[in-house]
């Protein structure tokens, strides 16, 4: 079945205590991204790549690392998560840059 | 600025009732989804439409992109339709979607 994957989909950490989210896919896509998701802010994009090793940041970079070793793989690293970080994230995968984008099934991360 | 807007914020259908959502977009699109995010926060993916007309079930979506707007239609609503519809539209081509605030829909039995 064709998909993106997400783990853990529920994390609850505590201030300064990093963490990796994992997002895979297994529809060989090219392109794949971040997404968080906050109430009275929407969706946001955080980083996205056009391929292995090509990264780039979205809308709301700052205090996320993102890297992509393998074309199927783009973790999600938090080095010292803070409470503002609490949220929703997606991560998402398309073949191309315009093209349906396919969204894992999310990350519920609460930072205390 | 960049904006998606959409509208109506709030609908409550009976069941068997038809919709229509709007989405109006600022500029010019490289890409347009529309999404449906259930009760439980996934993100189903239910059209990839930067212009024409598509249709899949009870569903159909049309895009106009010279007037910048789309629209999304559900007949014979049913109770699992319920949840939120997003519009996401990638402007500059990298496939970085801007959401619209969405359309919460409870259809009631």
């Known amino acids: 079945e064709a998909q993106v994957t997400q783990n853990p989909r529920y994390l609850i950490t505590v201030t300064g205590k990093k963490l990796t989210v994992t997002c895979s896919q297994n529809?060989?896509?090219?392109?794949m991204s971040w997404y968080r998701q906050d109430p009275g802010l929407g969706l946001r994009q955080i980083y996205y790549s056009m391929n292995v090793e090509v990264t780039d940041k979205g809308d709301v970079p700052e205090g996320y690392k993102v890297s992509r070793k393998e074309k199927r793989n783009f973790p999600l690293i938090l080095e010292s998560p803070s409470p503002n970080q609490t949220s929703l994230y997606f991560c998402?995968?398309?073949?191309?840059?315009?093209?349906?984008?396919?969204f894992g099934p999310g990350t519920r991360l609460t930072v205390l | 600025g960049i904006q998606v807007e959409q509208s109506p914020p709030d609908l409550i259908l009976q069941e068997g009732a038809n919709s229509t959502l709007r989405c109006n977009f600022s500029d010019s699109v490289n890409n347009l989804q529309w999404f449906h995010q259930n009760p439980w926060g996934q993100l189903i993916n239910l059209f990839y439409i930067p212009s024409g007309t598509k249709q899949n079930g009870r569903l159909s979506a049309t895009t106009v992109a010279t007037e910048r707007y789309s629209l999304l239609y559900i007949s014979s609503s049913q109770t699992t339709d319920s949840g939120v519809y997003f519009c996401a539209v990638d402007f500059g081509g990298y496939n970085k979607l801007i959401f619209g605030a969405g359309t919460r829909l409870a259809v009631h039995p």
């Open positions: 529809m060989n896509h090219e392109y």
């Open positions: 998402a995968s398309s073949y191309l840059t315009t093209d349906t984008q396919y």
